[in-house]
């Protein structure tokens, strides 16, 4: 049981580790490249506005805005290579540079970056007039751009290739009535994606080293965590197995002094006879419920020593079904074998006990006139044994806890029947021996059990499994 609570949290560790690792990949890659794309974003409103000088245009605001930006950002990084002197006037029409100083300097110092921009100057309908650049640019004018920012002024997008190439397109309306009508620059946008696609790799590699790290550190967190549960566990498992071991000498000791003096009482002393009687019968119910609880305390600790062995059922069924037989014809029951084929690999001891369990239940819940049938069968991996009565049920609320210790419905707790434990010893009992258990019931219709167990394994490496 602690394991499993060890595996839960070291499962919600993980999944928090893991969610903060891709928390921060996802962040740190969208920081670059909102990066990129205001950086690319800039250098084109520079160069479109240099463009727009050398045409003798007057800037738009925009451009001039973008512009200012551009140096200033350069000026941070490189503040050792911004010139002295050269100052910037905004006029009515968008702003001119009083010195070219600072504009020459700039343009020579980002040369490398800004020649990654062509230009594209372009008539009306969106056919190039010629090509200044010094390479063949990677696409033709777009002209769905051309139209927009003839229309409102200026176009900004992002196109892709047939190759995947990523190229990002700033269009401008020019705003003087000779020369081009619009200029279209341009820049590719491999280098960037390629910086992108490397970053992914490193992310993923950082992902999946964090998985091993934080499944590590995550596994050693939840084995501290567990542990004062752990040893609360211990001490519980050992409070109950020496109470048990304590309270089974004195329940003997009452037992057999009450048999004893039962023995001695004359003949007419009825009424003492029956207290001695009932004396006797609580004893041997409480040292069943006393070996009950030892026999939990053992298999929650996995102290229960096993002896499986192949068991062939349609011996077992029929031997148990006549030995529970006499019992139930008191009761006006018929109980009956159908089908008993398959060999089990289980316990005998425990499978016997396991059977019992499930029939004693029947018993007590088949009225006068009704059956229980047994019945088995094999698939060659798995054996299936069904306990079906014809009883009073389960209600449908009780269902989800009839395996729960100490759980009695309605009807049980009015009639006093049993401790609760059945069952769940029946399920623990299964679960050891590497089989399953089930049960389905209709109120007033009867229930049904099924035991599933492994078949015997074909070599010895099987069965130690």
Known sequence: MLRGLR???????????????LGL???????????????TDLGLQHKMAHEFRLLGAPVPRELATADRDWYARRAILFPATAPVGGAYDEDEEGGEYEDDER???????????????????????????FDPNPYTPPLPPNREAVQQAMAHGSDFRTVILSNGTQVRLLTYRLTRDDGPAALQLGRALIDQQRILNQL???????GAASVLVSGAG??????????PAQQAWVRQQSFVANASHELRTPLALIRASAEAVQRRLPSDLARCTELLEDIVAESDHTAALVNDLLLLSRLDSGQLELAREPLDLAQ???ELTRQVASLATTKGIVVHTSEATGCAFADPTRLRQVLLIVLDNALKH????GSIMLQASSDGRQVQVQISDTGSGIAAADLPHVFERFYRSEQARATGNGSGLGLSIAK??????????GLTSLSGQGTTVTLVLPAPPKTAADASV
């Open 316 to 318: 077992m069924l029929p």
């Open 200 to 206: 992914l790799l490193i992310l993923g590699g950082v």
């Open 25 to 39: 990949s996802v962040s740190t890659y969208q920081v670059l490249a909102a990066y990129f794309e205001r950086t």
């Open 428 to 437: 623990a009992l299964m679960e050891a021996m590497r089989g399953q258990i």
């Open 366 to 369: 088949t009225p006068a006139g």
């Open 7 to 21: 595996l839960r949290l070291t499962l919600l560790y993980l999944l928090a580790a893991l969610a903060f690792v």
């Open 218 to 227: 995550s596994w050693w967190l939840a084995g501290r965590a567990i542990v």
């Open 103 to 129: 504009e020459d300097y700039a343009e020579e110092f980002y040369d490398g970056e800004l020649s990654a921009i062509f230009v594209l100057p372009l008539d009306a309908s969106g056919r190039m007039l």
